[in-house]
């Protein structure tokens, strides 16, 4: 597609599981960016991937969350022994290169902790 | 730490009304400010942006007013539409490489009445 792809749009997790939210970039774009929305509130920074390189990791709340770019296209941001409080959006978004500043936003992934 | 503080919360419109919505801002080595436009169930899209350089900016219906010397920055939507109907977001960042880790506001809730 032409846009930047999440799955799954909407994920249900038991406090304690595992979960593993998949962005699929727009094709050439070499940033990729991942953020998390509360309910009502602004996107708030996550970390960012220049090509398969993480390059600022200081938004990630705890060391339950990881994300990786393994061959510079794919990324995935995976949450460890689900919280309540981990329940968000997780928005996805791309750019051609870094330095530019337009993003281009996934319609996000809805995760519900229970 | 609310680096951005968005107001109001919420607006409403008359159709073909002027819809303003004002960003403050406390970190001074922000460079980039755009503003997002996101609809129910999608992602943020960029509506405009703008850097320090300049007073304002306009595109269309939309223009940037920013006042450095105030640390302030405000989005002005001429004969707003029905169709305008989102939630407003403002946002920031201090350029670079960082261009795209961007601070964003709480958000405004703009409803235009046909």
């Known amino acids: 597609g032409a846009g930047v792809s999440q799955s799954p749009r909407y994920k249900v997790a038991k406090r304690g599981q595992d979960v593993a939210l998949r962005c699929d970039p727009i094709?050439?774009?070499?940033?990729l960016f991942w953020y998390q929305q509360a309910l009502g509130q602004g996107p708030e920074f996550l970390t960012y991937?220049?090509?398969?390189?993480?390059?600022?990791k200081s938004g990630l709340p705890s060391d339950r969350f990881f994300a990786e770019r393994p061959e510079g296209s794919v990324s995935t941001l995976k949450i460890q022994r689900t919280q309540q409080e981990d329940s968000a959006v997780y928005l996805c978004?791309?750019?051609?290169?870094?330095?530019?500043?337009?993003?281009?936003f996934g319609e996000g992934s809805r995760l519900t902790v229970l | 730490q609310q680096q951005v503080k968005q107001s109001p919360q919420s607006l409403i419109v008359q159709k073909g009304g002027i819809s303003i919505i004002n960003c403050a801002y406390e970190?001074?080595?922000?460079?980039?400010f755009p503003w997002y436009q996101q609809f129910p169930g999608k992602g943020p899209a960029l509506l405009i942006a703008?850097?320090?350089?300049?007073s304002e900016k306009k595109e269309g219906r939309f223009t940037i007013s920013f006042n450095k010397s105030a640390k302030q920055f405000s989005l002005h939507i001429m004969d707003s539409q029905p169709g305008d109907s989102a939630t407003y977001f403002c946002?920031?960042?201090?350029?670079?490489?960082?261009?795209?880790?961007?601070?964003f506001g709480q958000g405004t809730i703009l409803t235009v009445h046909p």
């Open positions: 978004a791309s750019s051609f290169r870094l330095g530019t500043g337009e993003l281009f």
């Open positions: 094709s050439g774009h070499v940033s």
């Open positions: 991937f220049q090509n398969e390189a993480q390059l600022d």
């Open positions: 970190n001074t080595a922000f460079d980039y």
């Open positions: 703008i850097r320090p350089d300049v």
């Open positions: 946002a920031a960042s201090t350029g670079g490489t960082s261009y795209g880790k961007l601070t």
